[in-house]
């Protein structure tokens, strides 16, 4: 794979792999057949782990221990001829195995008997259609008068069979396996199995279910954000089992930085027609994100920058002149704009002329790489499955009863544009659309719809939508010092659910001789690792010895029957092993130690040292070493703790360096970090724009105005920051905090994962998750230096609110020279109550409550009083 998979993504496709393993031998054993579904929402790369799922069933992969399929035949089938080609295309941008030549788009001149092994066949339901010159034959109906002989099938180009006859040879080969992938699955699966009223299967039923003399296909893998329907057609069919769906969690989607954080939604305060006056608007800010890319790239030494475009969403039945005029209105507002970056996606595929302005068409899966456009004139959602990460501003003149609409297109711009979070900046991890046409009430809709992600339903946490939001910029009025204290806390990250030390430490060695940090970093880890192996064979000669004796020999039984008597005996027989059996041991152990370091590893034994060593037969008896090796459990631990421990100091000892290095290579590292079990602390970002509401709405509808304060790390023009907090006594929390002695800063703590929020990790029923405090308050002690304190006001309402509390008094316990205070407060009955984490007996009180609740109650708890200045 050319990208590393995050981690929501590789469980994922670990599981497709095993849905896959099992129904491929059910079918061959059988001949059951089975499908499943993959759901994940807009944007978490189905395509992307769909790539990452062929190379192994193709090629196999030992990080997932999954033999290659010698017999794969993949069908991706869609509905759309450039949603086809859009995947085509990414899953070839994903993937340094899969060749040109091995993703086939099937086209009207297609002629082979059967499907090929090892290649993916893109199919769409129109090449299916009865008029297509691929299908033509299949029909019985479809005939032609020979002569007075009878009839014959109707075969254009003198083929001797249609697509049909190639599903059925193939999957009647025993050799081949054939898979169906059905792209954006819920489409094409009608209520009642019915299309168009005429009493016919739709295709993509006739290719599950079969059709006429067809088999259906055996294995069916349904992929798409929107799955139910294909789920209640496929559980209500006969002759298909179903396998557990694979659903991945839009929290890990949104977590993951691929997802934009923010979606800024602006809309009139009034009632009126506004239309001209936020299209105004909307120009403005496509200037200005464009500004704020060209900045961010010279900042990150980057020579390509960004190019944002705007959408520009306009009804169904437009007119030509008045969409002239409003395009006249953004020339007017950004003269600076190219007069030829307008661009049209409607469905008649033509150059449009609106007004004085012309707008060449242009392919929806051609818009992101068409720099040249920067204005995109749209109708409905453009197209199933299409998206534009550099889409970053969406203007909308449709009513608010089209909101459907919008949601739908909206929802097809979150990609964040270099497929990362920028750290530390609201603004370019943010989406704005303005709709004119909408009011207060009616769009409520929309922000529902948008919370949930519009197709699965379901909601992302950590997404924001802000109608109106004001933009936070650094606090002129904070110290450099304050900011520095403030970068310097550390913040923790969730262990990887399936550490792999030995690869963590090939890809750091690899990214550290990349950036010129360490030069010859493989040849240095493998080293190391090597004397590892080397200490090893001396530790476990023994079981080493026993191991590799195994290897060598083979073991079996020879069953005698006598004919008179009926009796049967068994004799054991040993044999050497040949060559074949040899080299299967090693791949087995490759898959324990690495590939990479197996590799290493025997040529390191073969040469012993000299060149002239490196013969066949060395090689093979350096592979007998390694399978050896791989048989003695004990060995792995020892390496991993090895190579954890080397990552781990390579990772302290070159983190100033990295942190001198661009956000893009920085992101890297940090991914290294968290491929472990258990991860280093990581540095905090420093945030340079934050996008905040600055009204609250009541539930009868009512707006009011958040309250704003002084001395946040971030402000708007007035200095001040809007406090948005979830109960009505944090805000006096706050105040308290700012009436103390020496109080310079506070900083209000991201809630979402953002690289500038700091998080502490806790374990709840056996899963690790991240808590997030609220408050951190900078104070200026009595030397002049600069100490911090985390505030958190602690609801012990939540179920999870003592499995927190411990994870916070671990934290406190490892840190403790690195703040002032770490203060739990929480409120019981009317009285609020504080928990010094920094106090070792608080910690220990902790380790033993039983509640939070009791625990607040107890003595190790104090009253914590509002408004106290000392």
């Not at 009863?401 to 919008?406: E, F, N, P, R, V």
């Not at 000669?541 to 069953?559: F, H, M, N, P, S």
Request: charged fraction near 30%; hydrophobic fraction near 35%; aromatic fraction near 6%.
């Amino acid at each position: 794979m050319k990208f590393t998979l995050k981690d929501y993504q590789d469980d994922a496709v670990e599981e497709v792999l095993d849905r896959l393993k099992k129904a491929r031998k059910r079918w061959h054993e059988d001949r059951d057949k089975h499908a499943f579904s993959l759901t994940a929402t807009t944007g978490a790369g189905k395509t992307v782990m769909a790539a990452a799922v062929f190379e192994a069933l193709f090629h196999g992969n030992d990080d997932y221990e999954f033999e290659p399929d010698p017999g794969a035949v993949m069908i991706w089938f869609s509905d759309d001829p450039s949603l086809n080609e859009q995947s085509r295309w990414r899953l070839q941008e994903a993937s340094d195995k899969l060749t040109v030549s091995d993703l086939v788009t099937v086209d009207n001149s297609f002629g082979r008997e059967k499907f090929e092994a090892g290649k993916i066949y893109f199919l769409n339901t129109q090449k299916l259609s009865k008029n297509s010159l691929l299908v033509r034959g299949h029909d019985p109906n479809d005939t032609a008068i020979e002569d007075d002989d009878g009839q014959m099938r109707i075969m254009p180009d003198l083929r001797s069979h249609t697509i049909w006859d190639t599903i059925q040879n193939t999957i009647e080969d025993p050799d081949l396996t054939l898979y169906l992938v059905l792209d954006e699955a819920h489409r094409g699966m009608k209520e009642g199995g019915k299309s168009n009223g005429d009493g016919k299967p739709t295709i993509v039923k006739q290719l599950i279910n079969g059709s006429g003399s067809v088999p259906g296909i055996p294995i069916v893998w349904g992929i798409s954000a929107t799955v139910q329907r294909f789920n209640d057609a496929i559980a209500g069919m006969q002759g298909h089992g179903t396998l557990p769906n694979v659903i991945v969690d839009p929290k890990k989607v949104q977590d993951s930085g691929l997802l934009k954080d923010t979606i800024n939604l602006d809309i009139p305060d009034e009632e009126g027609d506004f239309s001209t006056v936020l299209l105004r608007r909307g120009t403005d800010k496509l200037r200005d994100i464009s500004k704020a890319w060209t900045e961010y790239a010279k900042q990150q030494d980057d020579a390509d920058s960004v190019l944002p475009l705007m959408v520009f969403q306009v009804p169904n039945s437009p007119d030509h002149k008045e969409i002239g005029k409003w395009l006249d209105t953004i020339f007017d507002r950004w003269p600076e704009l190219p007069p030829d970056c307008i661009a049209n996606v409607f469905g008649e595929h033509k150059t449009e002329t609106f007004g004085s302005r012309t707008a060449q068409y242009v392919a929806p899966e051609r818009v992101q790489e068409s720099d040249w456009v920067r204005i995109l004139v749209a109708k409905d959602a453009i197209s199933t499955g299409w998206d534009c990460p550099r889409a970053e501003v969406m203007v909308s003149f449709r009513a608010a009863s089209d909101k459907t609409h919008i949601t739908q297109l909206l929802g097809r711009m979150v990609r964040t544009p270099l497929a990362r979070r920028i750290p530390g900046n609201d603004r370019l991890n943010a989406v704005d659309c303005l709709l004119p046409r909408f009011n207060k009430k009616s769009v409520e809709d929309v922000v529902k719809a948008l919370m949930t992600g519009a197709d699965s339903g379901e909601e992302l946490p950590g997404r924001r939508v802000l109608i109106n939001p004001r933009e936070m910029k650094p606090n002129p009025a904070i110290p450099e010092e304050v900011w520095q204290k403030l970068l310097s806390l550390p913040s923790q990250t969730l262990p990887k659910r399936q550490a792999r030390p030995v690869k963590r430490l090939t890809a750091l060695a690899h990214e550290l001789a990349a950036d010129a940090l360490l030069s010859d970093a493989g040849k240095k880890a493998h080293a190391e690792m090597h004397k590892v192996l080397d200490g090893a064979q001396v530790r476990y000669a023994e079981e080493i010895k026993k191991a590799r004796d195994g290897v060598l020999t083979v073991e079996g039984k020879t069953e005698k029957a006598d004919v008179e008597t009926k009796a049967m005996s068994f004799n054991d027989f040993v044999e050497a092993a040949d060559y074949s059996v040899i080299e299967d041991a090693y791949k087995r152990a490759a898959r324990v130690i690495s590939p990479d370091l197996a590799t290493t590893y025997s040529e390191h034994l073969a040469h012993g040292g000299s060149e002239d060593n490196d013969t066949a037969d060395a090689l093979i008896e350096a592979h007998t070493t390694v399978a050896a090796i791989g048989l003695v459990p004990d060995i792995k631990g020892d390496l991993e703790a090895a190579a954890e421990k080397l990552s781990n100091q390579w990772l302290s000892q070159y983190r100033i360096s990295i942190k001198s290095l661009s956000d893009e290579r920085q992101e890297v590292y940090r991914q290294i970090r968290e491929m472990s079990a258990d991860p280093l602390d990581v540095d905090l970002a420093r945030p340079h724009s934050w996008l905040q509401p600055t009204k609250s709405r009541e539930a009868d509808g009512t707006e009011i105005e958040l309250p704003r304060f002084e001395r946040h790390m971030l402000c708007d023009d007035d200095g001040l920051y809007p406090g948005n907090f979830g109960s009505s006594w944090e805000s006096k929390v706050l105040l308290t905090e700012l009436k103390r002695d020496g109080s310079v800063g506070w900083y209000r703590n991201p809630g979402r994962p953002s690289q500038d929020s700091l998080g502490v990790t806790y374990e709840d029923a056996d899963e690790m998750k991240i808590v997030r405090p609220d408050f951190i308050f900078f104070v200026r002690l009595a030397d002049g230096s600069i100490a911090a304190d985390i505030i958190d006001p602690h609801g012990i309402h939540l179920g999870d609110a003592l499995p927190r509390l411990r994870g916070l008094a671990r934290y406190s316990e490892t840190h403790q020279t690195v703040f002032r205070r770490i203060e739990i407060i929480a409120e019981i009955a009317g009285t609020y109550r504080v928990l010094d984490l920094s106090e070792p007996s608080a910690r220990e009180a902790v380790q033993k409550a039983e509640s939070a609740k009791a625990l607040f109650q107890s003595g190790a708890a104090t009253n914590y009083h509002l408004g106290a200045t000392s």
